[in-house]
């Protein structure tokens, strides 16, 4: 980085200050590495142990990085480059690592997770899915163990006890939802012996730009007490005969749809009600099978798997396990494609990937494209972030984006270049935005007899040996958005190189340059040659973003191509907006869930000080008067005790469940308060206070209601007699987090019209 750009104070520019003198370092590195090098394994693992217990933190970060190294060479045959003692380095002075892919994260991650745990901490190392956090783990466990670390990795498939094993070891690899769901689990529990997370200390974020940014805004939600969130079959059917641009809008953004006027009538006539009236739950149901029906695409954002929706992630291509749309919605597209409706249920506790990082006491990442969200890795996590050179010097091609006029002329030119370079073979690899335009290109690409192997969100159970083979002679692939990231192309043989390496072609742009520069980055890697390029078309839904690049579509040429330097410049606008938006969407989300933590925070403090040490049944005790008395004198002040805190524990937990109802129910109406000239934000933030201030007050009346009202035996109080049960099951799953505007935003925007 330059001058000018410290001067900015540009992410990354401070780097250097940061791990500059690591380089300086490196007659000390050398010195040190032969030090170990004549170490056995047992004085090995003992000089582990010892490195950090004393001396300067320069000075052990140096013999740390030469001892890991050592340890590297020898238990994996892999000898850590200067560049990847650099990214270790940068990890455990607590940064976000940018390292390109192939440059060896994997190994730099598990190096600073045994050096966070030599220093006596407690690690967690998350990815984005359960066969990543396995597979590193069992990759990386013969390092841990030549250290002395014990390691563990946990999977949605263990038990408990299981889990509660495998987290008490120094260094733990899992994917942030599980460790987010245990964390919301461990939020009912009565006895410290069922806590699975015992504490978070330090979390290493694998492809950080993914799990701290893309997934930021994803509630991870646990739920009980079953019920069925049914939609009405008659309002989707009724919604499906509604014309486009006569009967509803669609936003220019594509985010938000309305009913015209002419709509408004029709759905009223059908359905003998007055929409903006009292009855505001078949307001919301129209506006959700509008929805569904209109901007939830089948194949693009959901696949209908088995008669159940399944959810694709919008990051990364693959279908989102567990995860459901809220609000109804989910009933909505259920109602849509005619599958079986599935339970839904109160919901017991939530909370952002983003509050449960937070929650950490140290963090730090890697990925290969940080810089691209420097800005907002330092607004939402006080991170910089150090950029690592690679190893070997880049010399892939990028060459400029081509642009058609239609997603027909597009596919056509992509299967041309295909067929072009399959005849040289060359490996190609194509990254598509949804399953619909994999499955369009492949069929293509089959028809001109092409072998063609597909990895999209249908079928994902051979990811990695998909990509593992797509550096192969000829091998042609087809893949959405980044599935198989985590996993390294290699060039087969040093014919592939000669043919110019792996050329990757973007099926259009994605709604963010960093996806768009993962996809670029598996080709190229680790020094070989390889070429990128990007197929868009007019029809993309970027570019609905900027609809006056539709113009352009008359300078097409026979081909439908469009060699205009200031379309290809609105290309590069329509993804700058993109980013834009989900930026003030993280914002906004943030805003809204920030006072939300921190209540939780209070009650949860409450909760542990009520369990381990009776805090507030003294108070209980006084609101009772005369009737503790005469419960100590039947049953013994042990006894009562115990019960009393069992009962305020129930009430704590039911006076959280209705908070955060209240809550999201406050969400969905206070934009109205923009009528009154208030802030949204103010205006939330006030009101959950007020509600808040009584939150322990009333758990306290209602617990001495039914101290008051229940039977006490000799066992103690018996809640389920009384009608206070916890729910007989549990289940946890991910929501969209403001899917779309609320049938009360949307009376806003009509009234507004």
Request: charged share 30%; proline share 2%.
């Amino acid at each position: 980085m330059g001058l000018f750009s410290r001067l900015l104070n540009r992410p990354g520019a401070q780097a250097d200050r940061t791990t500059g003198w690591f380089a300086r370092a490196a007659d000390d590195l050398e010195r040190a590495g032969r030090e170990f090098a004549d170490l056995d394994d047992k004085e090995l693992s003992e000089a582990a142990g010892e490195i950090f217990t004393s001396g300067a933190e320069k000075d052990n970060l140096i013999r740390y990085c030469a001892l890991a190294r050592e340890v590297s060479d020898r238990a994996l045959d892999e000898r850590a480059y200067d560049t990847q003692l650099k990214g270790l380095v940068g990890l455990l002075q607590a940064n976000v690592v940018q390292m390109a892919t192939g440059e060896g994260k994997t190994l730099v991650g598990a190096l600073a997770a045994a050096g966070y745990a030599l220093q006596g901490r407690r690690v967690h190392v998350v990815s984005v899915n359960d066969y990543l956090a396995v597979r590193d783990r069992n990759w990386m466990k013969p390092v841990f163990d030549l250290m002395g670390v014990r390691s563990a990795s946990i999977s949605a498939s263990m038990s408990d006890e299981e889990r509660r094993a495998a987290y008490r070891a120094e260094v733990l690899y899992a994917s942030v939802t599980e460790v987010g769901f245990d964390v919301l689990r461990d939020r009912f529990v009565t006895d410290d012996a069922q806590i699975r997370v015992p504490e978070r200390d330090v979390v290493i974020v694998d492809e950080a730009d993914s799990v701290l940014i893309d997934e930021a805004r994803v509630p991870l939600v646990l739920a009980g007490s079953a019920s069925i969130e049914g939609a009405d079959e008659k309002i989707a059917a009724l919604v499906e005969t509604l014309v486009p641009g006569h009967d509803y809008e669609i936003s220019p953004d594509h985010r938000a749809v309305s009913l015209t006027d002419e709509g408004i009538g029709t759905v009223e006539s059908a359905l003998g009600v007055e929409l903006y009236g009292e009855d505001s739950s078949t307001l919301a149901a129209v506006n959700l099978a509008l929805y569904a029906k209109t901007l939830v695409k089948r194949d693009v954002d959901y696949l209908v798997v088995g008669g159940r929706i399944k959810l694709i992630s919008a990051s990364r291509g693959r279908i989102a396990e567990l995860q459901r749309w809220p609000d109804g919605l989910q009933a909505a597209v259920e109602a849509k494609e005619k599958v079986t409706t599935t339970e839904s249920g109160e919901i017991l506790d939530q909370m952002t990937v983003e509050e449960l990082i937070h929650g950490y006491s140290t963090v730090c990442g890697m990925t290969g494209t940080a810089l691209a969200v420097g800005d907002d890795l330092r607004e939402f996590y006080d991170l910089e972030i150090v950029p690592i050179d690679t190893h070997l010097p880049v010399i892939r091609i990028d060459e400029p984006d081509r642009l058609y006029t239609y997603q027909e002329s597009k596919e056509r030119a992509i299967v041309e270049e295909v067929i072009d370079n399959h005849g040289k073979g060359r490996p190609v690899l194509i990254g598509t935005s949804s399953v619909a335009e994999s499955e369009s290109l492949a069929a293509r690409l089959i028809d001109k007899g092409i072998d063609v192997r597909v990895l999209n969100a249908k079928d994902d159970s051979a990811e990695a040996e998909i990509i593992s083979a797509a550096g192969r002679p000829g091998a042609v692939t087809v893949s959405t958005q980044m599935a198989g990231r985590g996993t390294d192309i290699r060039l087969a043989g040093d014919e592939v190189a000669e043919a110019g390496g792996l050329l990757v072609i973007g099926a259009g742009r994605y709604l963010s340059s960093r996806l768009d520069d993962q996809l670029r980055g598996r080709a190229g890697r680790q020094g070989d040659p390889g070429t990128s390029v990007f197929f868009t078309s007019l029809e993309d839904e970027l570019l609905t973003r900027v609809p006056e690049i539709q113009r352009f579509v008359a300078e097409g040429d026979e081909t439908g191509r469009i060699d205009s330097k200031r379309a290809l410049q609105l290309v590069e606008h329509a993804q700058r907006i993109a980013e834009g938006q989900n930026t003030a969407l993280h914002r906004d989300t943030w805003r809204f869930n920030e006072l939300m933590a921190k209540q939780r925070e209070l009650v949860l403090e409450r909760r542990r000080q009520l369990r381990t040490e009776g805090h507030g049944v003294e108070e209980l005790r006084e609101r009772l008067g005369d009737r503790a008395g005469d419960l100590e004198q039947q049953h013994g002040r042990e006894l009562v005790d115990r019960s009393l805190v069992e009962v305020m524990l129930f009430h704590l937990d039911a006076r959280w469940v209705d908070h955060l109802a209240f809550l999201n129910d406050l969400r969905e109406g206070i934009h109205l308060r923009t009528f009154a000239r208030e802030k949204p934000h103010e205006a939330f933030n006030t009101e959950s206070i007020r509600v808040f201030s009584s939150f322990w007050a009333d758990v306290i009346d209602d617990s001495a209601q039914t101290v008051e009202d229940a039977e006490f035996t000799a066992e103690g109080i018996d809640l389920a007699s009384h009608g206070l049960k916890r729910p007989s099951s549990t289940w946890t799953y991910l929501t969209t987090e403001s899917a779309f505007g609320s049938d009360i935003e949307n009376v806003v925007k009509k009234i507004k019209r």
